[in-house]
């Protein structure tokens, strides 16, 4: 008999255990990579020109940023976990650039919130990791443009009944022709990595 209710006590309590484990996945849809690429994944993907707004409420034009070297990543302000460790990473690696060659990079945050990350929000947020707004922007606009901006970069974002966001982690690095060359995927990357890649690209020249 107590073996029969500690077995039945132990089925009760696994779907408490496994929502339980499950509830950081909330946070995120990540796109598992191909096996053996540990995140980073090559592609060559021609990136169309699309139309935000800045934390400035300015307009931004993502094909004035031509020339440069682009890097991009997806994140929400209210996000408790994977998007303050990506704003932080981007902060080390624009730290890690050499200042007097940084209108050479552009760095993107898009958000995958347009109802809460209002411009004013967005610029409070970069302020929190000192980026250096004028060659990081932070993006946002109507949720009819953002979708089809993370359409075009294959990021999915649900929003749940309980107002919880839910989108793909996904960080990419666009060359100076606008062609995206890698995407790194989750958190895993480490800024050691993007910054080769960017030093291989060239600050200028292509690969």
Not at 160 to 169: A, V
Not at 174 to 180: H, K
Not at 182 to 196: A, G, P, S, V
């Amino acid at each position: 008999m107590n073996s029969r209710w500690s077995i039945n006590r132990t089925l009760a309590c696994l779907p408490v255990f496994l929502g339980f484990c499950a509830a950081p996945a909330l946070a995120h849809f990540p796109i598992p990579p191909k096996k053996g690429e540990i995140g980073r994944k090559a592609v060559q993907t021609v990136v169309p020109d699309f139309a935000l707004v800045d934390q400035n409420g300015e307009p931004f034009q993502f094909a004035k940023s031509r020339g440069k070297l682009v890097l991009v990543t997806f994140i929400f302000t209210t996000c408790p976990d994977l998007c303050p460790l990506l704003t932080a990473k981007f902060a080390a690696i624009q730290r890690a650039l050499d200042e007097n060659k940084r209108g050479d990079y552009v760095l993107l945050s898009i958000t995958t919130d347009p109802e809460r990350d209002t411009p004013g929000v967005l610029k409070s947020y970069a302020e929190r990791y000192k980026a250096d707004l004028r060659h990081w922007s932070f993006l946002t606009g109507s949720r009819k443009e953002l979708a089809k901006v993370w359409d075009r970069f294959g990021v999915m974002v649900r929003k749940s009944g309980r107002g919880e966001i839910q989108h793909t982690t996904l960080t990419t690095l666009i060359d100076q022709r606008g062609v995206r060359r890698f995407d790194y995927y989750t958190d895993k990357w480490q800024e050691k990595e993007i910054l080769k890649d960017i030093s291989d690209l060239g600050p200028r020249g292509h690969s």
